[in-house]
């Protein structure tokens, strides 16, 4: 009696089905992010309605002091601010999910309308610190590992400290004192000379972000007075996030030389320098992008401070002028609305990882 051996396939279903694992982990991935967005951007919204009426209602904290006791009581009535806190806080959310992040106080504008004033000065800002850290935290960490335990990785992780540690605002004053003051060679705050702020005033189509602005003009002297005057700010910011690349790349690499597949390119004869670049040097960025949201977190706090420092007019001076007028509606609606950037960019953040490295998926 014969017997037939059927033999089970082992071509490209197993391998269709592993691809389709593992696109469907990515995709898990990808919503459960998505879904998170809503909860993170709930708990700080929340959070800062709770914090600012902790001091009262936004109109006695705004003009207590300046007006008559009835007219006073006649302002908040008439803003609603006399309603119990639960209806405020449900009318709040819901003129969120509208869009409508209110009205501020001292200048009775939309805050939509002062975020999209403001919004691309610190956006400029934002990503001209993030060039500098990538510049100086990268390149200064491979640097380290390379020289691990020696003198020039001791002096490394001394200045990645130093520059994570120092106030962004003293070491504003501290650029501001060598560049500005004392070498004359930079301006020393605005974000550009009152000539190409008139130039890029007449465009047509404004982007609000000088350098983009200044290249419409076509005129080569206004881009270098814009980045003139973004080069102090930036490396006040920037020197930040630096301090924090250069210890995980510094970190990153160390381990990658330690591991299997770098110890048998070694045993084959493969140059130290040359492990360090092909080997080990490209998978420890990845870490770099996955904490990348939240070093954007950490640029948007930082820009409060860097913009008044600088006078850079973005939203981080904006808050600042609210926060001295007492203007607690234009304060909550700004830190909302960073709220969501902040949560959206680490969203995409999460994505970009997830696409490069598939470990950090679900």
């Known amino acids: 009696m014969m017997t037939t051996t059927i033999e089970p396939e082992t071509g490209a279903a197993p391998a269709a089905t592993k691809q389709h694992d593992r696109g469907g982990s990515l995709g898990r991935y990808i919503a459960v992010r998505a879904v998170l967005i809503i909860p993170t951007v709930f708990i700080l919204v929340t959070t800062v309605f709770m914090l600012m009426r902790a001091t009262g209602d936004p109109i006695t904290a705004a003009q207590g002091g300046r007006l008559p006791a009835d007219q ?5 009535a008439q803003a609603g601010y006399d309603r119990p806190l639960i209806t405020q806080y449900m009318e709040y959310l819901g003129n969120i999910m509208r869009g409508d992040f209110g009205t501020t106080l001292s200048d009775r504008r939309p805050v939509t309308e002062v975020i999209t004033t403001f919004g691309a000065a610190t956006l400029e800002l934002a990503v001209y610190a993030l060039i500098i850290a990538l510049l100086i935290g990268i390149p200064l960490g491979r640097l380290a590992a ?46 550009a000379s009152t ?21 419409q003009t076509g005129d080569p002297s206004v881009i270098i007075d814009v980045l003139q005057h973004a080069v102090l700010p930036a490396l006040a910011l920037g020197m930040l996030t630096a301090g924090v ?26 140059p130290e320098r040359r492990l360090l670049k092909t080997h080990a040097y490209r998978p420890a960025l990845i870490p770099i992008i996955t904490v990348m949201g939240l070093q954007i977190a950490l640029l948007l706090g930082g820009a409060v401070l ?39 960019t680490n969203f995409l953040v999460d994505v970009l990882a997830a696409l490069i490295d598939p470990r950090v998926r679900y």
Do not use: C
């Open 72 to 76: 006073l009581a006649e302002r908040i």
């Open 195 to 215: 000539g190409a702020e008139i130039k890029m005033q007449v465009l047509e189509r404004p982007t609000g972000i000088h350098l983009i602005d200044g290249l």
């Open 306 to 344: 860097t913009e008044t420092t600088f006078e850079w007019k973005g939203l981080g001076f904006q808050l600042a002028a609210y926060l001295k007028a007492r203007d607690f509606v234009a304060v909550q609606g700004i830190v909302a609305v960073l709220a969501v950037i902040v949560a959206v």
């Open 245 to 270: 690349f250069l210890r995980l790349v510094r970190t990153n690499v160390i381990g990658t030389l330690g591991s299997g597949y770098v110890e048998a390119a070694r045993s084959r004869g493969v």
């Open 146 to 191: 390379y020289h691990r335990d020696k003198a020039p990785d001791a002096m490394l992780r001394v200045l990645a400290i130093l520059a994570y540690a120092t106030p962004v605002f003293f070491a504003g004053l501290l650029l501001k004192l060598v560049f500005s003051v004392w070498l004359k060679v930079l301006p020393v705050a605005g974000r």
